[in-house]
């Protein structure tokens, strides 16, 4: 009897330091899935037409070069759509990009596994398909 007892203390021990453990490792695990914040460019998606379309990562030196900060009250900062000045959130899958003379342009974006990927989605498209992934840096 005191051997059974024995083993249940040591299985729940067991059991909850297995439980304290997993919730750290999924702490380091969190990734940030909004919109507001710096995003640098991570790859670019090209097709010549033919519908065989790949992403192609872009160097470090490259995705320095190419940041877009997204405000929380609409201002869009960076060099990656320097054209525009503000934002908006459209829909769940189109922002919404203004250039000071109003003039817009609409982005169909994603964001998952900590990446946010945009195409173009009118008025300009791109005929082939093209697109860029980002990741955030802040």
Request: hydrophobic share 35%; proline share 3%; aromatic share 12%.
């Amino acid at each position: 009897m005191r051997s059974i007892h024995s083993l249940t203390k040591f299985l729940f021990v067991s059991c909850l330091f297995l439980m304290v453990s997993c919730s750290k490792d999924k702490a380091k695990l969190v990734v940030d899935e909004t919109l507001p914040g710096t995003w640098k460019l991570s790859a670019s998606y090209a097709d010549i037409g033919n519908g065989q379309g790949k992403w192609t990562p872009v160097s470090e030196h490259s995705a320095s070069l190419f940041l877009v900060t997204f405000k929380d009250n609409g201002v869009l900062e960076g060099n990656a759509y320097s054209d525009y000045s503000t934002y908006s959130v459209k829909d769940s899958v189109t922002l919404t990009f203004f250039k000071k003379d109003k003039t817009e342009q609409n982005y169909r974006f994603k964001i998952s596994n900590g990446e946010l990927t945009m195409s173009p989605a009118g008025p300009i498209m791109c005929i082939e398909g093209c697109g860029s992934k980002f990741v955030k840096t802040k």
